[in-house]
């Protein structure tokens, strides 16, 4: 079994962090997003491809630097060509089904679950489906009493939305809806490829276990929440003098002496953070400074943040090198 990630993405709804780092790179819960999908794929998985476009090279050169445990091979767009084009342009090769992840999808989803249902429904396709309040922003599944899905409508009017399960962003396709997508164009799969597949028969799988999409500063903290609440978070250990309470992950090097930590809180590596400061429900990048007294709280710092002694922050999101 062969896995294809998309993360050639431009991450708009994250910026300015990610104008100089790509989103999957924004770690959470102690690691890179990109990291928990892959730790969603069995172990057993022959090849990971990771259709790749904006920061490719960044991403490439993480890596090579954290080689994440599983066969990883890079395939870049010169151009976006979007979630079906990507698909395209990466997808030669692949197994017979193959896994299809979105690479900003935490979740709690059983694959080999997943991968039984497909084989049992014999359709073209099988996709997670996950149940939201609002499906307005994503695309929802209308499914008949077999768990077919007769419908597929993307990002509609809430009013018009035809259930609430909307795509969670982990599926399996058979190889051969790759040959109907057109090569060298942007391609939405979603909209232009998926409505031409449902007399195939695609199935979702009704997923109970949490999800959540972390392409907005507020859905990634709480994806980071969700992660840490599963067990899934780092534990390294806290800094020397330092307090910490409720899920907290540490990088390396951090001076923390009288500041005190959480919960809900990444720290990357060399990170300083001054006496009677607080850091609570935030993602701090690496190298970021913050002064004495300060108050961090429900906000992203990027890499090399500078927050000055005594200032509150809440609800940030500060991009690299930032001065505040
Ligand atoms: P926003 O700009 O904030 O909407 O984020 P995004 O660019 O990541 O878009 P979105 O979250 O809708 O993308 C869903 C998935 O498809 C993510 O895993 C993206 O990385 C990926 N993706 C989006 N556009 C492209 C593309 O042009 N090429 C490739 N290879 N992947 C893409």
Not at 10 to 39: C, N, S, W
Not at 183 to 193: D, K, L, Q
Not at 226 to 233: H, I, K, Q, V
């Amino acid at each position: 079994m062969k896995a294809l990630v998309l993360v050639g993405g431009f991450g708009t709804r994250l910026r300015p962090i990610t104008y100089e780092i790509p989103k999957q790179l924004i770690p959470i819960a102690g690691k890179p997003m990109l990291y928990h999908v892959l730790d969603l794929l069995p172990r057993d998985v022959e090849e990971v491809v990771l259709a790749s476009g904006y920061k490719a090279d960044v991403l490439e050169r993480f890596l090579e630097a954290n080689p994440p445990g599983l066969p990883v091979r890079c395939v870049p767009e010169a151009e976006p060509l979007g979630t079906g084009g990507g698909m395209r342009n990466a997808g030669d090769g692949l197994s017979d089904p193959f896994l299809l992840l979105n690479s900003d999808v935490i979740a709690d989803v059983d694959v080999a679950e997943l991968l039984a249902f497909h084989e049992a429904k014999g359709g073209v396709g099988t996709m997670t489906l996950a149940e939201v309040d609002d499906p307005e922003p994503y695309g929802v599944a209308a499914l008949d009493s077999s768990d077919r899905i007769e419908r597929f409508v993307e990002k509609p009017k809430r009013a018009e939305a035809p259930s609430r399960w909307i795509n969670a962003g982990l599926q399996v396709w058979r190889a051969e809806v790759l040959d109907g997508i057109p090569r060298g164009r942007p391609v939405s799969f979603e909209t232009e490829i998926v409505p031409g597949l449902l007399a195939k028969g695609i199935y979702g799988f009704r997923s109970r276990g949490f999800w959540e999409d972390a392409g907005t500063p507020p859905r990634l903290l709480r994806a980071q929440r969700l992660l840490f609440d599963a067990g899934r978070g780092g534990h390294a250990p806290i800094p020397k003098g330092a307090l910490g309470r409720g899920p907290i992950a540490f990088g390396r090097n951090c001076h923390a002496p009288g500041a005190s930590f959480g919960p809900y809180v990444t720290l990357g590596d060399d990170v300083t953070v001054g006496a009677g400061a607080h850091v609570e429900n935030a993602v701090v990048m690496d190298r970021v400074t913050i002064g004495a007294r300060a108050v961090v709280r429900d906000s992203i710092l990027g890499p090399g943040v500078l927050v000055a002694d005594g200032l509150r922050i809440e609800g940030a999101v500060l991009g690299p090198g930032a001065a505040v």
